[in-house]
């Protein structure tokens, strides 16, 4: 099997590494929908302008739209200029792409069509000299597979020399029954090894690493256990909402379109046990036991261990209620986070946390790596009273790489720790264009590699852990809406993991704090200590977050949110919102708070406490004068770096 972190070559790159793909005419039903133009188009694009694609090499569309053959490339011609993802477009290699493009117009439910299409492909397969390979591409909705896989056995195109493949797309099911169901459909008249299900999120080159990166070093393998890891949490946040997609969403949601496939695929790579070999099923059946040791929760379980949530109106866009050809009673969840176990010696006893959502924060994929604390009994005696976790986090997308965090001596006499972070990216480390994740797909699929692929076994095991909450939230009512648009989510989320004494780790990026314009200037040394060092806080409507008196203990930035400031008679003498920073005169003053300040509505924030805020100070003169400059304009005070920068 070809190396899948060698299978898209960066331009420059050995041309012996990267074999093209197999000789083969690729039929496309469905030729004229989004995922044609977007994403398969784009993908065969960057394979030939990378020297991936055989040159062997023809592709038939199929839709209801009459075209000819020159008129279905005039139409991809305009929209490859839309939807490629190269720096520059390359005209040439376009130009002669696109030559290779067909199209027959028609039903695919219609009998008459087939025999056109069996002539067509026939022409092409002696055209190109494709050997009789053909791959068909099932690029239409799934409730259409069986029909199409009937209709492909019945009129002959299994006949002849050469290999016959399918690939479907998601969703494979919208439950265990249908799922089950497609199955029996799909393989009714064709073999499993024919079959190949897509999930482009294992396209991703940061998805393909978690295999290399687990197995090509032999330093985190070892510690891959119950016994140095704490808790792992999966993250896929989206700042979009449902985009004009509520019909279909409504029939979805979070749980079927993203956690039951793309997370559970991501959990399978991480937590499988060690592999015979990078042989596609030797892969899949270490995914598949992975998958099968999952906890089937019971209706109380669900209850405890999983949270959904929906988003409500903000002051300028719609709750998704009020979202376009969605039910306005929908039940439909927009946001789920759970707990999982894993029963096997491996992970017994390691909680696995997964959320994904839509219209959050930001939008960010990342895999947090929890390891348990070492033993601080050493330090006794020193400044240091409390030891943190070391995280591995792998960054998916938008920012693709990996990052380690862990502590390390800051400078002086004294024994002081400081997180710090060491950062791998693919764009420091690789060149390359980027690519839409399905270019991996279909490049596989042609040289006959499933590795990426799901396995019927695979998409039932995930099934059976998914159907229990599918049938629970059907049974019971749901509070919605629950969160507000922008925010991180449900206050139910945060207190499922704080049952169990853990926090959600918050992957701040320097794009998200610098909307605050005390960090707008900072420098990467400066903002790389901000973020290790800020906690990320909740704040619900009417929830006191100082308290006028206390102790001045920690400053806060808000993310997103209004927090009012209160009087003594508890009127409202200002409001602050997105950006703004709160509760750092008791900080710089070491003086009790001398207000009271309240969230208006559900507020994100991020907490700096004292020693690290002192410490920052020390380090960056700016940011001293800036927040001197804080001080004296909202409060009149004049404060001496000097005390600010002093150490505990």
């Not at 089950?180 to 294992?202: G, P, S, T």
């Not at 004294?414 to 990216?425: D, I, S």
């Not at 799901?454 to 049938?471: F, K, M, N, T, Y």
Request: aromatic fraction near 12%; charged fraction near 25%; glycine fraction near 8%.
């Amino acid at each position: 099997m070809p190396d899948p972190t060698q299978v898209l070559r960066s331009p420059g790159a050995d041309p012996e590494v990267a074999v093209p793909s197999n000789p083969c005419v690729m039929l496309i039903f469905g030729a004229s929908g989004d995922l044609t133009k977007r994403l398969l188009v784009p993908s065969i694009y960057n394979l030939a302008c990378d020297g991936l694609l055989a040159e062997n090499f023809a592709v038939l569309g199929t839709a209801n739209n009459v075209w000819t053959d020159e008129a279905f490339r005039e139409y991809l011609t305009t929209e490859i200029k839309k939807f490629h993802t190269r720096k520059e477009f390359d005209q040439g290699v376009w130009d002669k792409l696109v030559q290779k493009f067909h199209y027959v117009s028609g039903s695919f439910t219609e009998q008459k069509v087939y025999a056109e299409l069996k002539t067509r492909m026939t022409t092409l397969d002696d055209k190109f000299g494709c050997q009789g390979n053909k791959l068909f591409y099932f690029a239409v909705a799934p409730k259409f597979f069986g029909t199409l896989c009937d209709n492909l056995h019945n009129n002959g195109f299994k006949e002849g020399d050469g290999w016959k493949r399918i690939i479907v797309e998601k969703p494979f099911g919208t439950d265990l029954a249908s799922a089950l169901k497609l199955n029996r459909e799909v393989l009714a008249n064709w073999q499993e090894n024919q079959i190949y299900r897509v999930d482009h999120y294992l396209g991703k080159e940061t998805v393909q690493n978690l295999l290399a990166f687990r197995f090509a070093n032999g330093m985190f393998e070892p510690l891959w256990n119950k016994n140095y890891i704490d808790n792992i949490q999966f993250n896929v946040s989206e700042s979009v909402d449902v985009e004009g997609r509520g019909g279909y969403y409504d029939h979805s949601g979070v749980l079927r379109d993203m956690m039951q496939n793309h997370m559970f695929q991501m959990l399978s790579y991480l937590c499988m046990e060690v592999p015979g070999s990078f042989e596609p099923d030797a892969i899949r059946d270490e995914k598949a036991k992975l998958l099968q040791s999952v906890r089937r929760y019971t209706p109380e379980e669900v209850a405890r261990y999983v949270v959904r949530g929906q988003y409500g109106p903000s002051q300028s866009k719609p709750g998704y209620r009020e979202e376009k050809d969605v039910n306005p009673q929908s039940k439909t969840e927009t946001y789920a986070a759970a707990r999982f176990a894993i029963d096997n010696w491996r992970w017994e006893g390691v909680p696995i946390y997964l959320r994904s959502g839509k219209a959050l924060w930001k939008r960010g994929t990342e895999i947090v790596v929890e390891f348990k604390k070492a033993p601080a009994v050493i330090f006794k005696g020193t400044p240091v009273t409390e030891l943190g976790a070391n995280r591995l986090v792998f960054h998916i997308q938008p920012y693709q790489g990996i990052e380690i965090q862990f502590a390390a001596k800051t400078p002086g006499p004294a024994m002081r720790l400081q997180p710090v972070h060491m950062k791998f990216g693919y764009g420091d480390a690789f060149r390359g264009s980027r690519y839409t994740g399905y270019e991996v797909m279909i490049y596989s699929a042609s040289r006959g590699d499933a590795t990426l692929f799901s396995r019927g076994d695979l998409v039932e095991a995930a099934w059976q852990v998914a159907q229990p909450i599918v049938d629970h939230w059907a049974a019971t009512p749901a509070d919605f809406p629950n969160y507000v648009r922008s925010t991180w989510g449900p206050k139910a989320a945060a207190e499922l993991i704080a049952k169990d004494g853990r926090r959600w780790h918050e992957v701040v990026t320097e794009d998200v704090l610098k909307q605050s314009a005390l960090f707008r200037d900072g420098d990467p040394v400066f903002m790389d200590q901000v973020i290790m060092a800020l906690e990320p806080l909740q704040a619900y409507g009417g929830e006191i977050v100082i308290q006028k008196g206390d102790p001045g203990a920690e400053m806060y930035v808000i993310e997103q949110g209004e927090i009012e400031v209160l009087d003594d008679a508890g009127k409202v003498i200002k409001v602050l919102t997105d950006g703004d920073v709160f509760g750092e005169v008791g900080v710089l003053t070491s003086a009790p708070r001398n207000a009271t300040c309240r969230a208006k509505s559900p507020t994100d924030l991020y907490r700096l406490n004292k020693s690290d805020f002192s410490r920052i100070l020390r380090d960056n003169p700016n940011f001293a004068t800036a927040i001197r400059q804080v001080a004296k304009d909202r409060f009149n005070l004049d404060v001496k770096t000097e005390s600010l920068t002093k150490p505990d």
